[in-house]
């Protein structure tokens, strides 16, 4: 990025002069470095598994959660960067405990993940 362009990248939907959105770019790269995550649903359940490498032995596999449960009947995978997903699963847990509180149910998982997703556009 050029220093005249550094100006731009501060917002989501602000574009460069070369007509770029630099935070988007950043998301994708971001991405890109991720590892696989899928999630599959059948008639009695949903399989969600993903890879879990970490880049140097320092780190303890052990303490590495790339799948979280919000909700007894909602979970959450990631395939990008760890502290953007920690801050995301806490969101949609008091999201979620914030409902059960009010409604005396389990938030409807559609509902959660318009929730969480308004955390993204933030």
Not at 62 to 70: Q, S, Y
Not at 93 to 107: F, G, I, L, S
């Amino acid at each position: 990025m050029a220093g005249s362009e550094a100006n731009y990248s501060f917002s989501l939907t602000t574009f460069s002069r070369t007509g770029k959105l630099f935070q988007i770019e950043y998301a994708l790269n971001a991405i890109q470095g991720g590892k696989l995550a899928l999630g599959i649903r059948a008639k009695n359940g949903v399989v969600i598994c993903t890879d879990k490498k970490v880049p140097t032995s320092l780190i303890d596999s052990a303490e590495v959660h790339k799948v979280e449960e919000i909700t007894p009947s909602c979970g959450m995978v990631y395939a990008g960067l760890g502290p953007d997903y920690r801050v995301l699963v806490k969101n949609a847990r008091k999201t979620a405990q914030k409902y059960y509180t009010t409604y005396h149910e389990v938030q409807p998982v559609p509902m959660l993940v318009k929730d969480t997703a308004l955390v993204c556009q933030e």
